[in-house]
């Protein structure tokens, strides 16, 4: 513990201190980019309270009533906002009537009540209103009458509206219909082709079987959302945990070349899981929607079973191609890796200029369940061939490493502010997949020969450490990120939330990676 105050939380407190010193407050005054600042950086309720004060500005400017009720949703602020708008219900002013009650069917679409948000929706009078004819488009979207979404998609276009949502709207409505001929048209429309944006662009392409745009535009689709910031914090996460499993074969180091062929690999393999879920979203018609149940399938068979699929294949090509003796350790190494080269392009994916917020999360939850599923569905394999175990045991670890994606996944894509029994789910999951993980490199270090030298266990524990002091410094590099970005104010937002996340799990690694307890030839407790 002295140690860690030392490297860690002393360097720390310091380098707060200088950049509150430092860096400048963003500047208030110019208040739309201070609301943008807030939702870049995910304050929401810096953003709300900002919002509120430019509603009072001006009250008939229908954007800033959208930002406010999206603001007050996200930070959990949902019972003042349809007070307030029922009061301007009775209004003599039709302008503000039609605002108010815009407003209410804007707070039902965050509620994710699309039926009661389209009947007020269609009260209100001004049909040229801007956002109106997208909103009533998709809630005809949701509610499936492609018809009528149409229709109001059309006109927002139209109108010259909000272009931009009608055209992702529309071009859903087309994809749902699987209409070629529409979308051939759509695509070569000389204005509105050119607005498409990528992902509806690719997913046209491959209903049309154009496969040359269709890899092109996934190509492309990487250099809009890639910022430097968010490379740092990608390379950074993928450095930290690279450098643990490197270090993992304590006796016999494997080879970094392989690794980072490894690590290569799954970056490129990686890019067909867009292939993959057009495939099943387009061809099999499996999206998250419908009921609960229905949701949950859809994590467990296409979430979970896709990138399992995606991250095991460069496994395997070690596993079956290699021609040096591995140990069981090794493999499971491999497997880490590989799902590390996944985790860091899905990263790069995060961290745009709205996600930088997310580096401490993904580096401590996300990236570290990617390499845990990995090593949980090559296991079987592992057992096959050093234990002799039964065939059916690749399948089961398998399957099961499906499960606890899908599980995982669902648990947090349905619990949007984080509580309630889905987030009590998550965690539970978080802390059993972290205690199989610590079994599973307990076995297979105890069944790899060239582990068992007199300081082994010793030189392990030293790497669990060092493992948690760099997950530790992750937090810090995102704090400095944001405060030179957007400011010491957006970066103060997310300190606490920021130190409770890495400190419950550095509490829960300390335990599962830096306390081996091995016993020479030992498999049976992780089976």
Not at 11 to 39: C, G, M, Q, R, S
Not at 484 to 502: Q, R
Request: aromatic share 14%; proline share 2%; net charge positive.
């Amino acid at each position: 513990m002295k140690k860690y105050i030392l490297i860690v939380l002393i360097p720390t407190a310091f380098i707060l201190f200088l950049i509150h010193w430092i860096v400048p407050e963003p500047n208030e005054t110019d208040i739309d980019d201070y609301i943008a600042k807030a939702f870049a950086t995910a304050n929401y309720k810096i953003a709300r309270k900002a919002c509120w004060r430019r509603i009072k500005t001006d009250f008939s400017n229908i954007e800033y009533h959208r930002d406010y009720i999206y603001a007050s949703h996200k930070s959990g602020y949902k019972r003042n906002p349809p007070l307030y708008y029922n009061s301007y219900l009775q209004s003599p002013d039709s302008e503000t009537v039609d605002l108010a009650t815009y407003a209410l069917g804007y707070i039902k679409m965050q509620e994710e009540d699309e039926a009661g948000a389209l009947r007020l929706y269609l009260k209100v009078k001004n049909n040229k209103l801007t956002y109106l004819n997208n909103s009533i488009g998709y809630c005809y979207l949701a509610l499936k009458d492609y018809e009528k979404a149409k229709y109001y998609l059309r006109r927002e276009i139209k109108l010259k509206g909000y272009v931009e949502g009608a055209l992702e709207n529309y071009a859903k409505v087309l994809i749902q219909e699987k209409n070629i001929l529409e979308i051939n048209r759509l695509l070569a429309h000389p204005e509105l082709g050119k607005q498409l944006n990528l992902k509806n662009k690719r997913q046209f392409y491959y209903l049309t079987g154009n496969f040359f745009s269709y890899c092109t535009t996934i190509l492309r689709s990487h250099r809009q959302y890639i910022i430097l910031e968010g490379i740092i914090g990608a390379l950074l996460i993928t450095v930290i945990w690279f450098t643990f499993f490197q270090r993992l074969a304590v006796v016999k180091p494997v080879k970094t070349k392989y690794l980072l062929q490894v690590l290569i690999l799954s970056v490129v393999i990686s890019q067909f899981t867009y292939l993959l879920h057009d495939f099943a979203e387009m061809t099999l018609q499996l999206r998250f929607e419908g009921s609960p149940a229905e949701k949950f399938f859809y994590c467990v068979a296409v979430i979970g079973l896709m990138e399992e699929t995606i991250k095991t294949i460069p496994f395997l090509l070690i596993f079956f191609f290699t021609k040096e003796r591995v140990e069981p350790v090794e493999l499971i190494i491999y497997a880490a890796v590989a799902a590390l080269g996944f985790a860091f392009v899905e990263n790069l994916a995060y961290f745009d200029n709205s996600g930088l917020s997310r580096i401490t999360g993904r580096a401590m939850t996300a990236t570290m369940m990617h390499i845990i599923l990995s090593a949980i569905a090559v296991y079987g394999l592992v057992l096959y061939r050093f234990k002799k175990s039964f065939r059916i045991w690749i399948l089961v670890f398998f399957l099961s490493a499906c499960f606890l994606h899908g599980s995982y996944d669902f648990c947090l894509l349905v619990t949007r502010q984080m509580n309630g029994p889905f987030f009590i789910v998550w965690v539970c999951l978080f802390i059993l997949s972290q205690i199989i993980f610590s079994g599973i490199i307990r076995k297979t270090l105890a069944n790899s020969k060239s582990f068992h030298t007199g300081n082994a266990a010793e030189r392990l524990r030293k790497n669990g450490q060092l493992l948690l002091h760099n997950l530790s410094y992750v937090l810090l590099i995102q704090y400095i990120i944001i405060s030179v970005k957007y400011g010491v104010v957006f970066a103060d937002n997310h300190l606490d939330s920021g130190m409770i996340t890495t400190y419950v799990c550095i509490f829960v690694l300390s335990i599962c990676l830096t306390r081996y307890k091995i016993k020479q030839g030992d498999w049976e407790c992780c089976h």
